[in-house]
């Protein structure tokens, strides 16, 4: 081989050289990197995780004392706290009414960083009405016939126990209370719950169209940290092929007609008329005054509230209807004055569940199933041909069926610890 070859090899030899020491000082380069950049986002993720940790303890201590306290609020109130008194940990807690539930809505900050949590907060029963019926005492007993089911203690009049009757076209073997019975007041237990707000909507002729912002009834979403959006229109109201959910408030001083193609998550609606087409299904809270009309196949998810509250001056008796073979999970109450002679008037439809209260200050004629509780002033029964006062006729209510977790909205002066109803951010 000449000289010249020699040269130009020697030449080649030292070209690749310093291409493979340049590859590879970029590989070694770019795993030192990728270590320091792994380092370092490892740190950053051990502090995330500190300050998370450290929020989330700073929102267990306030949901602890938003559950201890007992005070019912009607209007907004708030609250900041240091919690160590080091100017590093603070939460604010604001707490407000939404319905028959109370809202708690919970920030928690570490220097520049926070994290909100948003609840619905209520109690259980308290110990007393531990029970799957509670009639109040007007010197009449309770007749059972049919296939009457009641599983529970239960509280009735001191007239007397339960009576095993037969009346027009009914069959079967009622079943008396397997657990203990007790003597009823001579009035239901009282609802504690002020609903000022409901009541002033309900007595108020209003016509205005629509409050504090125009929108399209299509789809709405209102945050519960955000302001109240309350709509209220004039006459008929139709509410089909729409999404509400959220903090939404519908009023009407007229009728409030749900369709079965309407989606509605925890809002309240407030009119005299309320109805809901066959099959709906949604979650919220319902207060109407003269009429709630719920057809067949409704279903309303836990938590719901189904309220016919009668105005003080209304003379007639008001009615709920609750057609066949509808399921409710949550609470189903008819109020008024305690010396309204009319009071109020519900019907449960056959096939009917309802999951939680049923409260009755009146007349309740039951043919469904509850796994509850009832409390109500009398029973009532109508065949074609008479009507039949506390006769309960193939109805079920099986206090075993609930929950001893089940929260309801704080409705009851007790001391019975508060809990977490349903998140909602």
């Known amino acids: 081989m000449s000289k010249t070859s020699n040269r130009i090899f020697n030449f080649q030899f030292k070209g690749n050289s310093l291409v493979l020491t340049l590859i590879i000082f970029l590989v070694l380069s770019t795993l030192c990197v990728s270590l320091i950049l792994t380092g370092f986002y490892n740190k950053q993720l051990e502090k995330t995780n500190v300050i998370n940790t450290r929020l989330n303890y700073n929102l267990g201590s306030a949901i602890n004392l ?32 939404w319905g028959f539930f109370q809202l708690a809505e919970l920030s928690s900050h570490f220097k520049r960083f926070e994290k909100t949590k948003i609840f619905f907060y209520g109690s259980v029963l308290p110990k007393q009405l531990n029970a799957s019926l509670y009639l109040a005492d007007h010197n009449r007993p309770l007749s059972i016939s049919g296939n009457t089911r009641l599983n529970g203690n239960v509280f009735l009049p001191k007239s007397g126990k339960i009576v095993s009757d037969i009346v027009a076209n009914t069959s079967g073997s009622a079943t008396q209370a397997t657990g203990e019975i007790k003597i009823s007041e001579d009035s239901l237990p009282a609802i ?6 409901i009541k002033h909507i309900l007595d108020k002729n209003f016509k205005v169209q629509i409050e504090d912002m125009a929108i399209s009834m299509d789809s709405l979403r209102r945050s519960f940290n955000d302001d109240r959006l309350m709509i209220r229109l004039h006459g008929r109201v139709l509410l ?5 959910s959220g903090q939404i408030l519908i009023c009407s001083d007229s009728i409030i007609e749900v369709g079965k193609t309407a989606h509605l998550d925890n809002i309240i609606m407030i009119a005299p008329v309320i109805k809901f087409e066959k099959g709906f299904s949604g979650r919220l809270q319902a207060f109407a005054s003269d009429s709630l009309i719920v057809d067949e196949n409704c279903e309303f998810t836990y938590p719901s509230n189904i309220v016919l509250l009668k105005k003080e001056k209304n003379g007639l008796q008001n009615k709920m209807i609750i057609g066949n073979n509808c399921v409710i999970s949550g609470a189903v109450l008819s109020i008024c004055q305690e010396k309204d002679h009319f009071k109020s008037y519900i019907q449960i439809g056959t096939g009917t569940t309802i999951h939680g209260l049923l409260y009755t200050m009146g ?23 008479t009507v039949y006062e506390n006769y ?24 019975s610890p508060k809990a977490v109803v349903a998140w909602v951010n």
């Not at 306290?69 to 707490?95: N, P, Y």
């Not at 004629?365 to 509850?372: A, E, P, Q, V």
């Open 363 to 385: 007349y309740l004629d039951l043919s469904g199933r509850i796994k509850g509780i009832v409390l109500t002033d009398y029973f009532i029964y109508k065949s074609p041909t």
């Open 392 to 415: 309960l006729v193939n109805a079920e209510i099986d206090r075993s069926q609930l929950s001893p977790y089940f929260v309801f909205p704080s409705l009851f002066n007790n001391d």
């Open 240 to 244: 089909e092929n729409c999404k509400l």
């Open 192 to 197: 504690a719950f002020q609903l000022s707000e």
């Open 66 to 97: 938003v559950l201890a306290d007992t005070t019912q609020f009607q209007q907004t109130d708030t609250d900041s706290l240091d919690l160590f008194g080091d100017e590093k940990d603070s939460v604010a807690i604001v707490r407000k009414s």
